[in-house]
């Protein structure tokens, strides 16, 4: 079974096909869908039709849900190490398709081929951390208690979990979601973004293909309609959403309100700090790729450069000379350093952006508006950007962008450059750049932002260990992948035993059993 979505034809046949339509995913089969109830999805470095999908609403999430909670309970049941064998076959299957589906995310979202190989490799390590489920799932055992007292604790999932995503990692967010819900034992309900169904689609062939059982594993594409149904659906027990913090707002509120767990990681705004002692080429080759990498389009982005004393004045010119050499066109030529933007919608929200920060007082050093890639005109590209002098007052400063724009803000003190960060509205990633193992470790203990890179511009955790922010940055207790995502998609029963033993029963007693 393959999609023609999943298949990348060249531009002449490509021509000469129907755009294909893209279905739903449902126990275990697709569902049919009518063009009238479908979008389209576009190649931004082309401005081409691609694909349509479907908008999704009450009846498909409530066919998804119905397919999940059939296949719950074998799934459940299913020994662990029958179950690992899928999650096995799954990482081989992905491993080996790794370049289709890199392909596929730089044809919908139009990051480079190289970015997104890195997305796919980085979304794998939470596919391998779980193959080891049999050691995550295992409970503790205390024996004694008591007198004769034995107590252990069982991990057992929660029933139909759901997964919401957005569109700028296609692979590897949901892959940091779905590998521990389904490895707990849940079934699944996946809403993916609609901008980028290639990789989703593949993704869901590739666990058909490594046996994993009908109903166990279901997409339904839409937008908030069907978000709006899975989070008011009584069948489903947990929600992980991953986007922007007003939606993610709503999410964690409604699902909450209607019983669910829910855990909703949301929109950034990272700030790195620069001390003047740090190694400026270093820092500079930080900012650039961390800013500007897959065009800004990444919640661990850092978009604010925090430069203490005269850092600022160092760091710019080996920032320019860095940005005179960046190479911006389709993500799938070699040399490329940036694609464009994921919509021509979101391109026309980042230019009043950058109006609105030269309306603000920030000083523009660099201005992306200009660009113009002729031999793709109908692509949305933009160019970089940079601002110079932007301050803690300023729109540009507090609200998250998501784009190719990066502000340097002069700060005085290293106590001055804290309080921004731990003032800000969000809390998601930080970063700092010095060669002081004091200072560094200074800003380890007092920042408040769980993500912290020294001298590592995009500090996103090994895929075995947990993600997720602070304040606007994400809602709920716990955060994704990891050990916390093991407890999210799972509930702990602790279980207290006695067994009786002849001659040895105590006396009929009424009070509080103390453990003696
Ligand atoms: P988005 O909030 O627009 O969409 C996320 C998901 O919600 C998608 O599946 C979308 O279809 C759905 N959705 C969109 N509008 C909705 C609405 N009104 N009601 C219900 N559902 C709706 O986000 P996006 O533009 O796809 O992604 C970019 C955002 O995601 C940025 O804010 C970025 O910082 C954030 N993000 C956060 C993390 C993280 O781990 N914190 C990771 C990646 C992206």
Redesign the pocket.
């Known amino acids: 079974m393959t999609s023609p979505i999943t298949q990348l034809p060249g531009p002449a046949e490509a021509a000469n096909r129907p755009v294909p339509i893209l279905s739903h995913w449902i126990g275990g089969r697709t569902v049919e869908v009518q063009p009238e109830g479908t979008g389209p999805v576009h190649n931004p470095a082309t401005g081409e039709v691609i694909a349509r999908v479907p908008r999704g609403g009450a009846a498909e999430v409530d066919a998804a849900v119905a397919a999940a909670r059939r296949a719950f309970p074998a799934w459940r049941d299913m020994s662990l190490l029958a179950r690992s064998q899928i999650f096995f076959a799954y990482r081989e299957l992905v491993y080996s398709h790794r370049e289709q589906l890199a392909a596929l995310i730089t044809r919908d979202h139009g990051k480079t081929f190289d970015d997104a190989l890195g997305e796919v490799m980085r979304g794998l390590e939470t596919v391998e951390f779980a193959c080891g489920l049999p050691l995550h799932l295992a409970g503790l055992n205390t024996p004694n208690v008591s007198t004769r007292v034995d107590v252990h604790t069982l991990r057992q999932p929660l029933g139909v979990a759901a997964g919401?995503?957005?569109?700028?990692?296609p692979v590897m967010?949901p892959m940091w979601i779905y590998p521990i819900a389904l490895a707990c034992g849940n079934t699944f309900v996946w809403?993916?973004?609609?901008h980028t169904p290639g990789a989703t689609q593949l993704q869901t062939e590739l666990w058909k293909e490594a046996g994993l059982p009908d109903g166990v594993f279901n997409v339904v594409y839409g937008?908030?309609e069907a978000?709006?149904a899975i989070l008011e659906h009584p069948g489903v027990d947990a929600i992980q959403f991953?986007?922007?913090?007003a939606?993610g707002r709503?999410v964690y509120e409604t699902g909450v309100k209607n019983g669910k767990r829910v855990g909703a990681?949301?929109?950034?705004k990272n700030a790195m700090v620069v001390l003047p002692d740090a190694d400026m080429e270093l820092a500079a080759d930080a900012a650039v790729a961390s800013g500007y990498g897959s065009a800004g389009e990444r919640?661990m982005a850092q978009t604010l450069i925090i430069a203490i004393g005269d850092a600022a004045d160092r760091l710019l010119p080996v920032m320019k000379e860095r940005i005179g050499k960046l190479k911006i066109g389709p993500g799938m030529e070699p040399d490329v350093d940036m694609g464009p933007i994921y919509s021509a919608e979101h391109r026309a929200s980042l230019i009043e952006w950058i109006g609105k920060g030269v309306a603000e007082g920030a000083e523009l050093v660099h201005d992306g508006r200009p660009l113009h890639v002729a031999e793709h005109p109908d692509g949305y590209f933009l160019g970089v950007t940079l601002f110079d002098n932007v301050t803690p007052e300023m729109e540009i400063y507090r609200q998250?962008i998501?784009g190719p724009v990066l502000g340097i803000v002069r700060a005085a003190t290293y106590d001055e450059a804290l309080s921004m960060i731990n003032g800000h509205q969000y809390g998601?990633g930080t970063a700092i750049f010095t060669t002081d193992g004091g200072a560094a470790r200074r800003f380890e203990l007092e920042v408040d932002v769980p993500m912290i890179g020294i001298n590592v511009p995009i500090p996103v955790p090994a895929g075995y260990l947990s993600?997720g922010?602070t304040r606007g940055?994400?809602f709920g207790d716990l955060k994704m992948r990891g050990e916390d995502g093991i407890r999210f998609f799972t509930q702990q029963k602790i279980v207290t035993v006695r067994w009786p033993e002849p001659g040895r029963r105590e006396a009929l007693s009424l009070a509080f059993p103390g453990n003696r």
């Open positions: 919401i995503t957005p569109f700028n990692f967010v809403k993916p973004s609609s937008g908030r978000v709006s991953v986007g922007s913090t939606v709503y990681y949301t929109g950034a919640c998250e998501f998601n993600f922010g940055s994400a």
